[in-house]
């Protein structure tokens, strides 16, 4: 089943969250060579489960910002 979730065909009440729901992310504009600050990498480890980014997650690395505590 690889139906997108739209959010219209839901049972009881509509979700509150259902104008946060966000489009796919095209990568194609965010990783490209007039931008080579911005790379993608692969998460290893917990260390941020709690904050639901699991192990073989791939994050977006920006190291054109400054760096910041927290």
């Known amino acids: ?3 997108r979730y739209v ?3 839901t049972t009881g009440f509509a979700s509150p969250a259902s ?3 966000e ?13 080579p600050s ?3 990498v692969r998460m290893r480890g917990a260390t941020f ?5 699991l192990d073989g997650d791939i ?3 920006n190291t054109a910002g400054s760096p910041q505590a927290g």
């Open 59 to 61: 994050l977006i690395a």
């Open 38 to 40: 911005r790379y993608p």
């Open 19 to 21: 104008n946060a729901v």
């Open 7 to 9: 959010g219209d065909r």
């Open 1 to 3: 089943m690889n139906a």
């Open 23 to 35: 489009g796919p992310i095209d990568l194609s504009q965010t990783v490209d060579l007039a931008n």
């Open 49 to 53: 489960a709690a904050r639901g980014i």
